[in-house]
C-alpha cells in the first residue's frame, strides 16, 4: 500500500472510533443509544395525575396501542375500580398512550414486548409472556412482601423504572 492510502486508511479509522467513543459518552437522555436501550420517562401532565395515584405510573411504552385502548374503554371496571373520568380527559389520555405504545418508542424492551405477543392486547403487563418470563424465578410470596404488594408495582424493585430504565444492576428487591 502506497504511504498516502495507508494514512488515508489509518485517518477513516481514527474517524470511526471517534464517532463510536461519541455515542458511548452521550449517556443523556436524548442521544439516540439512550432511545433505543431505555423507555421513554412519562413527559404528560394529565396521565401523572389521572394515572398515578393507586400504582406505578406505567410506561405507554410496556403495552401496545390496542391495550392501552382496551383499558381506557374500560375504565369504568378498572380492575375493579370505577375510574370515573370525563370522556375528553379519558380521550386525551388514550392519545397520549397511544402515541407512546410499545409499537413507537424502539426501545429494546418495547420491541420484545411487541415480538412476545404476537398481535395479543392483554390488559396487563404482567400478562405479557416475556415479562412473566424475565420474572419466572421469583417467588410468589416475594410480591406479596409489605412494601412491594404485587408483580404490578415494577418501581418497588426496578428502582429507576420511572426513567424507563430496568438494567439488572437497577434494580432491588426489598427485603420487607
Ligand atoms: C382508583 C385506583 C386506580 C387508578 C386511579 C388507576 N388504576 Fe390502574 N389499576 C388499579 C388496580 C387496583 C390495578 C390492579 C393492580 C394489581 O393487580 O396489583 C390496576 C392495574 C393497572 C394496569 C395493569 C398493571 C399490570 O398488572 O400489568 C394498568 C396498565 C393500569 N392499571 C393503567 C391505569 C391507567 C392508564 C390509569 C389512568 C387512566 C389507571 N390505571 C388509574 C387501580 C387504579
Ligand atoms: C419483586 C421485584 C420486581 C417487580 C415488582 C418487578 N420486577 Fe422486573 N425484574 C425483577 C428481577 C429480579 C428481574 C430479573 C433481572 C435479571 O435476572 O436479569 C427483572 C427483570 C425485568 C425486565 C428484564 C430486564 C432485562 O435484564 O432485560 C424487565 C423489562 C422488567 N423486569 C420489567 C418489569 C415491569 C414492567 C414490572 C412491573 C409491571 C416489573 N418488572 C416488576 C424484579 C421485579
Known sequence: MK????????LAVMLLCGSVLVDVGSADSGSK???RRFLPPVDNALYSEECASCHF???????????????????E??????LALETETSTEILKYLKANSAETTGAKRSVKIMK????????????IRYIVKEHREIRSKVFTRESIGSFSNCGACHRTADKGIFEEDDIKIPRK
Not at 77 to 82: N, Q, S
Not at 116 to 127: F, H, M, N, Q, V
Request: hydrophobic share 40%; glycine share 10%.
Open 57 to 75: 405510573l406505567y410506561l405507554p411504552g410496556l403495552l401496545p396501542a390496542g391495550s392501552w385502548t382496551k383499558v381506557m374503554e374500560g375504565a
Open 33 to 35: 443509544r439512550h432511545k
Open 3 to 10: 504511504l498516502k492510502n495507508c494514512l488515508l486508511l489509518f
Open 116 to 127: 412476545s405477543l404476537k398481535g395479543e392486547t392483554p390488559l396487563r403487563i404482567t400478562e
Open 77 to 82: 371496571d378498572h380492575f375493579g375500580e370505577d
